[in-house]
């Protein structure tokens, strides 16, 4: 495996899964709205933030281990498809990047003893 194919391997699962974290926090800011007090916002902000927070564990704990990055992000996918199962549109929209960073922590994870090679 080339060199650069290492890197994207080996980074690409962890980006991934930041900019997912980056992606699920953006659903946070629907508590600021008219009518909601600043303080009643920020509460549900935080508590919006919450599993987003519990996700960007999981990415540390997978910077190392990527079979739990792997584990996690799959569990994550269909455990949402099964939930939302009466929202089809919505599915896609957060199934599939959780779905998406899953399988490459699954791909790095398989590949790990030739990334850690090269590193």
């Known amino acids: 495996m080339q060199t650069t194919s290492k890197k994207w391997l080996r980074w690409g699962p962890r980006i991934a899964a930041l900019l997912v974290c980056a992606f699920l926090s953006l659903f946070g800011f629907d508590v600021f709205e008219?009518?909601?007090?600043l303080g009643e916002a920020l509460a549900g902000?935080?508590?919006h933030q919450a599993p987003v927070?519990?996700?960007?564990?999981?990415?540390?704990?997978?910077?190392?281990w990527e079979w739990i990055g792997g584990v996690v992000f799959t569990a994550l996918a269909l455990g949402y498809a099964i939930l939302a199962?009466?929202?089809l549109m919505w599915i896609p929209t957060i199934s599939g990047p959780l779905l998406g960073v899953g399988v490459l922590y699954f791909w790095s994870w398989r590949h790990h003893k030739e990334l850690h090679a090269a590193a």
């Open 53 to 64: 927070l519990a996700l960007l564990a999981v990415v540390a704990l997978a910077w190392r």
């Open 34 to 37: 008219e009518g909601v007090s």
């Open 45 to 47: 902000f935080v508590i």
């Open 85 to 87: 199962r009466e929202h």
